[in-house]
Each structure stands twice: as C-alpha cells, then as structure tokens.
C-alpha cells in the first residue's frame, strides 16, 4: 500500500552525532530529519526487465560515455574559460570537520527574516546530556533569543539558528549572508500606504477581509493535492494486484559517529567568567583542569570525526560533485 502521509512518524535515525557548544558548554546531541518530502520520487526502469536505470558520464560534445579516471573539476570565469582544480587543491578549502554545532552568537528570536530559513533538524540529547539541553532550551525560551550557529554536516559548512519548539531544539539551517537577493531592483509600491495610493476606505475592507480569514494554524490544512492524487491512484493500483517486481540495488549506508563531551553544567561560570572575551584570551583564562578537559573533548571529537583527506580520496577516485552525478538509480520528483 502506499504511505500515508498524514501523520508522519517521527525519524529515529541519527544522521549526526556530536554537541552544540557555547563558552565553555558542551551539549552532546543527534540530529534527526525533521521533514519529510510530500512530492512524488519517480524512479527509471526499464521496462524490459524492471531494473533500475541510472546515469553515465557522458561527455557533451562527442556523446560518449567516459572514465571516472577522465574527469577533473573546473570553475567557469568567464563564458566557456575555465579554472580546473586538483583534488588536493579542493581538499585544502574543505572546512575543518568537528562534530560540534558551534553558537557564535544569540540574537531575538524574530530577528532573522523567515527568507533565510532553509531546512529544520531536530536535535536530541545523548549521553545523559538531558539536563543541559533542557537548562538551553528553556533559558532560550525565557529570554525569547535564539543561537546562531556554524556547523559542518558530510564535509559542508552550514549556517544555522538554534531554536526552541516544544521540547525539543530544532537546529536550522540558514542561507549565508549573500545569498538572499536583493529586491531594491524591482517595481514595487512604496511602503507607505498613502503613497502608494491606498484609501482608507479600501483599507478598512482588506483588514475586514483578512480578520474574517483569519484562522488557527493546522498544517494537514495544506496538502499538496498532487501527491494526495498519485498515492490515492497507487492504492487502487496496488488493490487490483498491478504492482511490478523489481531489482533490489543494495546501498550502503554509513553510520556517523558522536564525540564524546563535558560535565556541561560545571562549566557555566567559567563560561559567565569568561565574559565576552574573544576565543583566544578567554582560553588564557581558563583553570589547567578545564583546558585538560577541553582538550580531551577535541580530541574525542577528532577521533569520531571524518578524516579531513576524505575529499581528497573522494575526488581522486572520480566520484562526482552534485553536477556530475555518479552512476545511480535515476530518480526524478515532481
């Protein structure tokens, strides 16, 4: 039967391990998919066989399909000039990978526009880190603030905001500054609404009209009807026996490793001690036992993290950026 959407059950499986951190703090957490996609993933098959189709290399001017071994990687300057660059060379701009989402700063909670918000995680807390992740969420929600954060989730550097939701933090990532553009080049009204030629009259009625709108948010209120439609149609289709075999491709699925983390909750003071001191004087600060123990922390947290010439072996061994996808079971979501 096809999956019924309407209540999606909340996804078990760690996709990160690590710790957020601020001052001194180490909260150890996982992170966990907080969405599921509501569109329609079509897979290839062949119809000869029922086996899954995928992708080739195909270089675009001569057709044909050639080695992983063959590619390199550029960046296009200029139309049709390229910079090609090495695999050692991409390694070394790869951001440093800790399993640590680092909070740099907090600021209001209403203070980041919703066009920066891209995709949500939960996070929940693990090894007895319970107490700690309750004291910054609820110490998040009272001071009505949220953290923004740096983390690096499989060799990519994310910005994101720590946020309170009920009882959990929900970690989402956020658009880096420049890549929101700018909208002072378009033909809009002015923000005055006199000035842009409103009555007062006209506006008394659109306030009436939205007031009479106005409901309480409920999210199965808004379904995407397409895939509603399509699952409605697998059902039947299922019902009447009109369902294809098809072969299984095994994929391998890596499991990420957590770091080990702190006593968090006898670092606080260090931290208040600390003040708004920059990185560097702060650990100056710091009693021989906490830097001892900080570095015992960095140390775990290298250990579980991947190994930084992983890129490198990666590029090296053709495996394709998002551009040039590898040889795949082709898929295609509406």
């Excluded at 063959?70 to 070394?92: M, N, Q, T, W």
């Excluded at 690096?152 to 550097?157: A, C, D, F, S, Y």
């Amino acid at each position: 039967m096809a999956k019924d959407k309407s209540k999606v059950p909340t996804s078990t499986r760690t996709l990160w391990k690590g710790a957020i951190s601020f001052g001194l703090v180490h909260i150890p957490v996982g992170l966990y998919s907080a969405t599921v996609s509501s569109g329609i993933d079509f897979d290839w098959l062949d119809k000869r066989s029922m086996e899954p189709v995928g992708y080739k290399r195909i270089n675009k001017v001569t057709g044909k399909e050639i080695a992983a071994s063959d590619i390199v990687k550029g960046v296009e300057v200029e139309d049709g000039r390229y910079v090609v660059l090495s695999p050692e060379e991409i390694a070394v701009a790869y951001p440093k990978i800790t399993q640590t989402i680092e909070i740099e700063a907090f600021l209001d909670a209403d203070e980041i526009p919703f066009v920066y918000l891209e995709r949500p995680y939960y996070t929940a807390p693990l090894n007895r880190g319970e107490k700690v992740y309750a004291l910054l969420r609820e110490a998040l929600r009272k001071s009505n603030k949220v953290g923004v954060a740096k983390v690096v989730i499989q060799t990519k550097q994310h910005l994101a905001v720590l946020i309170p939701c009920g009882r959990a933090l929900i970690l989402n990532l956020l658009r880096w500054g420049g890549e929101i553009r700018s909208f002072e080049q378009l033909n809009l009204p002015p923000l005055d609404g006199k000035a842009a030629g409103i009555k007062e009259s006209e506006m008394k009625m659109a306030m009436a009209l939205i007031e009479d709108m106005t409901s309480k948010w409920d999210a199965d209120a808004f379904r995407n009807s397409f895939a509603d439609e399509i699952h409605r149609l697998i059902e039947t289709k299922t019902g009447a026996g009109e369902v294809a075999d098809v072969v299984k491709v095994e994929r391998e699925t890596d499991s990420p490793k957590g770091a080990d983390v702190l006593d968090l909750t006898a670092l606080l003071k260090r931290s208040l001690d600390g003040g708004k001191k920059s990185g560097s004087s702060a650990s100056t600060q710091r009693s021989p036992a906490s830097v001892t123990a900080l570095r015992s922390a960095k140390r775990a947290s290298k250990k579980s993290a991947p190994a930084r010439k992983a890129p490198a072996k990666k590029a090296s061994t053709g495996k394709t950026s998002k551009t040039t996808p590898a040889k795949k079971a082709g898929r295609r979501s509406a």
